[in-house]
C-alpha cells in the first residue's frame, strides 16, 4: 500500500449552546494501493475535503494514523514536507497567481520547492501544455 489511514478522526472544538465539539471525520479507514486510482464521494459537508486534507496533514487528525510509503506521517518526528514532494492534490477551490502568466504559474513550484532550472522546468511545462492543447 502507497497510502494507508486508520482509525483516521478530525474533530474541531468551538464554543455554541448546542455542543462544542463538531467531528468532521470519524475513525476512518482507507487503503490506497501504488498505481490506484480511486474517488471519494458523498454529499455536501460529509467530510471529504477534510478527510484529504487530513491524508497529506494540511489539517492534523486529531486521531489515527497515517502512512505514507511505510512511513507514519503523522509522527511528530517526521518531516512531511519531504513526503508532500510525492503527493498531488487538487483542491475544490485553487487559484493560479493572477500577476503570473500560465508558464510562470506551472514553473514556480518546481523551480523553488524542487531546485530545478529554469529550463528544466519550462520544458517540462511546456510538455504538458501541449498535451492540453
Request: proline share 4%; net charge positive; hydrophobic share 40%.
Given at each position: 500500500m502507497i497510502l494507508r489511514a486508520e482509525g483516521v478522526s478530525r474533530?474541531?472544538?468551538?464554543?455554541?449552546?448546542?455542543?462544542?465539539?463538531?467531528?468532521?471525520?470519524?475513525?476512518?479507514?482507507?487503503?490506497?494501493?501504488?498505481?490506484a486510482l480511486t474517488e471519494i464521494t458523498g454529499r455536501s459537508g460529509s467530510g471529504k475535503s477534510t478527510f484529504l486534507r487530513c491524508l497529506n496533514l494540511l489539517e492534523m487528525p486529531t486521531q489515527g494514523t497515517i502512512t505514507f510509503e511505510g512511513t507514519d506521517i503523522t509522527d511528530p518526528q517526521v518531516n512531511i514536507n519531504i513526503h508532500r514532494q510525492k503527493m498531488g492534490m487538487v483542491f475544490q477551490h485553487f487559484n493560479l497567481f493572477p500577476h503570473m502568466t500560465v508558464l510562470k504559474n506551472m514553473t514556480i513550484a518546481p523551480i523553488q520547492l524542487l531546485k530545478k532550472s529554469r529550463e528544466e522546468a519550462e520544458t517540462k511545462a511546456r510538455a504538458l501544455l501541449e498535451r492540453v492543447n
Amino acid at each position: 500500500m502507497i497510502l494507508r489511514a486508520e482509525g483516521v478522526s478530525r474533530q474541531y472544538f468551538r464554543r455554541s449552546k448546542n455542543a462544542n465539539v463538531f467531528l468532521a471525520v470519524k475513525e476512518t479507514d482507507f487503503t490506497l494501493p501504488a498505481g490506484a486510482l480511486t474517488e471519494i464521494t458523498g454529499r455536501s459537508g460529509s467530510g471529504k475535503s477534510t478527510f484529504l486534507r487530513c491524508l497529506n496533514l494540511l489539517e492534523m487528525p486529531t486521531q489515527g494514523t497515517i502512512t505514507f510509503e511505510g512511513t507514519d506521517i503523522t509522527d511528530p518526528q517526521v518531516n512531511i514536507n519531504i513526503h508532500r514532494q510525492k503527493m498531488g492534490m487538487v483542491f475544490q477551490h485553487f487559484n493560479l497567481f493572477p500577476h503570473m502568466t500560465v508558464l510562470k504559474n506551472m514553473t514556480i513550484a518546481p523551480i523553488q520547492l524542487l531546485k530545478k532550472s529554469r529550463e528544466e522546468a519550462e520544458t517540462k511545462a511546456r510538455a504538458l501544455l501541449e498535451r492540453v492543447n
